[in-house]
């Protein structure tokens, strides 16, 4: 504990999300993923069991399959997720400044891959920062995510004698303004496509097992898709909830996003708008999976428009539900 709090240091902000790996190769996805899946609240299969699948099945044949799949989303520049989470971070940074000069520092830590979390923490520590808010960039609440997050943090802060005092954001998955950022972005669309017959709201998916677990990822996407579509005042018959990325065979979260989407024109539905408010920055679920992959099965299936609407990425209003949470949740501006 600190002997003397210092009232001059500055606010660590730690905004983190799911990571990426270093480059769209074999070797950096075979890294990237040893890392992911072995993580308990990833798969929670029991070590023994799945150490030789991992090992032995998974790290041998899907490194090379995801590094295919990324060389199609990457950059110049590098991965489209780490990109937008620095513009984030950056963003986040200077609106925080604007209002308060000199009071809040931003890090960024992934919770797997580079930058790491623990190398984010030890940035702060170099601030002077004694206070640290937790933003996952996960506006849903889940043991996969979320809750890894909070693991991740208590191990880096393992070795740690001088911990500093934390606050952990949950999830804002019904933030106001998150939801009129969403609602924005719609909007924004329907002006540039046109009328649509449809809107999907894409989850990523979780096993239907988590649910009856206690997870709250479930219940939180149907309210963060209810808000929206109130804000945007759609009704019943114009939008829809799935969930997508499923692994493995055990049931995970439905429905799923690619049987909606094949299913669609038979109904008389052909012409789409899908947007995934559970990632707040796009990645390869978005751009090659939703955007690519799925925009295939729905017109070959016989749609006829599929738009995709960007995650909220670095967008002015995202930037500012984000400075409000960390505002509200630090009491800047309270005297």
């Known amino acids: 504990m600190h002997a003397v709090s210092d009232s001059s240091a500055p606010l660590g902000i730690l905004l983190t999300n799911l990571g990426t790996p270093d480059a769209p190769t074999p070797p950096a996805l075979r890294r990237y993923l040893a890392e992911f899946l072995w993580d308990r609240r990833v798969v929670d299969v029991p070590r023994p069991l799945w150490w030789p699948i991992l090992h032995g099945i998974i790290l041998r044949t899907r490194p090379a399959r995801s590094a295919r799949l990324y060389r199609k989303v990457w950059t110049a520049e590098g991965s489209p997720l780490l990109l937008i989470a620095r513009r984030q971070q950056a963003l986040l940074q200077q609106a925080l400044e604007a209002q308060w000069p000199g009071r809040t520092r931003v890090a960024l830590g992934m919770r797997y891959g580079n930058p790491s979390i623990a190398a984010a923490l030890a940035e702060l520590r170099a601030a002077g920062v004694q206070q640290v808010l937790v933003l996952p960039l996960y506006p849903q609440n889940s043991c996969s995510t979320t809750a890894s997050t909070f693991d991740a943090l208590a191990e880096a802060l393992r070795a740690t004698r001088d911990v500093p005092s934390l606050r952990f954001v949950a999830d804002y998955h019904a933030d106001a303004a998150y939801i009129d950022a969403l609602a924005a972005s719609v909007r924004e669309a329907r002006q540039e496509a046109g009328p649509v017959q449809r809107l999907l709201f894409s989850f990523h998916g979780t096993p239907e097992r988590y649910r009856s677990e206690g997870d709250p990822y ?43 989407l094949q299913a669609l024109p038979a109904q008389g539905i052909r012409h789409v708008q ?61 005297s």
């Open 218 to 260: 479930y219940q939180q996407c149907l309210v963060t898709a209810q808000l929206t579509a109130e804000r945007l005042g759609l009704k019943g018959d114009e939008w829809q909830v799935s969930f997508q990325s499923r692994f493995g065979r055990e049931p995970w979260l439905q429905p799923y996003t690619d049987e909606v």
């Open 274 to 334: 899908v947007i995934c408010p559970g990632f707040s920055a796009d990645c390869l679920e978005t751009l090659e999976e939703i955007a690519g992959e799925n925009r295939k099965l729905f017109l070959h299936a016989g749609g006829e428009s599929f738009h995709y609407i960007p995650a909220l990425n670095d967008r002015p209003d995202h930037i500012a539900a984000l400075a409000g949470i960390v505002a509200r949740e630090l009491c800047l501006g309270e």
